[in-house]
């Protein structure tokens, strides 16, 4: 397969005290299988849908503590080189380029407002092997109480083009403020969303990076996780990008489900930021 281009969303893994019920969480939920886990690099072990590499899980390192969360990467071709920019650009690296085997050199940052992220640049492994389709990745948006400094560190560590996003009302009279991040000229390719966090965040929720996976059918997704004990945050709710729900795994992993086949409305009209 074709290496991602820089700046594009290549990969998302998570670290899980207990690994064995998330695989049985996401097996019933997004219909995953699982490999073997390479004991050599922490019992890391790939999710797949169709046969198709499209996730990871693995324990916490020893002494390890951090929650349960989800980690999206981002493409490079240099991931020194753009470690370097993300420092200069405000942002802060929690582990510096580690070259993993074979596979490819990873690095995890903090962008200016808080959110965590990774960066992938690859060797053997180019990302993902199925995306924008049930049971894989679909979209990923940055959810920041201050959309200044996010606004201003992405541009000048990834190859971006912003564009606002209309999106009306936010409930409350109040003009929901979202821009999208492409790479390419003009819209090009829609990479990664950004979205101003409210008053309707209680406070003790950082800025963070919300991984969407695609699902056949969001309300029988939704059901699914609250049976095996995770808990919905917001939705289902129709779009016109899809059918979506806010969820939390029974470890308190956050992600978000989108039936991309169920559309409702207007696609929001988009200008240039």
Known sequence: ??????????????MFADVEGAKTFYGEV????????ASEFGNYTQAYSDGKAVAAVVPPMP?????SQWCLYFASPDAAATGEKIKAAGGELMMEPMQVGTFGT??????????????????????FEKAGEPGSFAWAEVFTRDVAKVDGFLPK????????????????GAAMDYKVFSLGEGAGHPALGRMAMGSEFPPEIPAHIQVFF????CDEAVSAAQKLGGRLHFGPTDSPFGRMAAVTDQQGAAF???????????VPEMTPA
């Open 1 to 14: 397969m074709t290496e991602y281009p820089e700046g594009a969303p290549c990969w998302v893994d998570a």
């Open 157 to 172: 560590v990834f190859p971006f083009q912003a564009q606002k996003m209309d999106m009306g009302d936010a409930g409350e």
């Open 214 to 217: 695609g699902v056949p059918d």
């Open 30 to 37: 997004l219909g995953w299988t699982f490999g073997e886990a």
């Open 106 to 127: 990873m690095l995890i940052a903090k962008e200016p407002s808080g959110a965590v992220f990774g960066v992938w640049q690859p060797g053997e492994h180019k990302g």
């Open 63 to 67: 002494g390890g503590d951090a929650p």
């Open 256 to 266: 978000a489900v989108i039936d991309m086949g169920t559309r409702v409305g207007d």
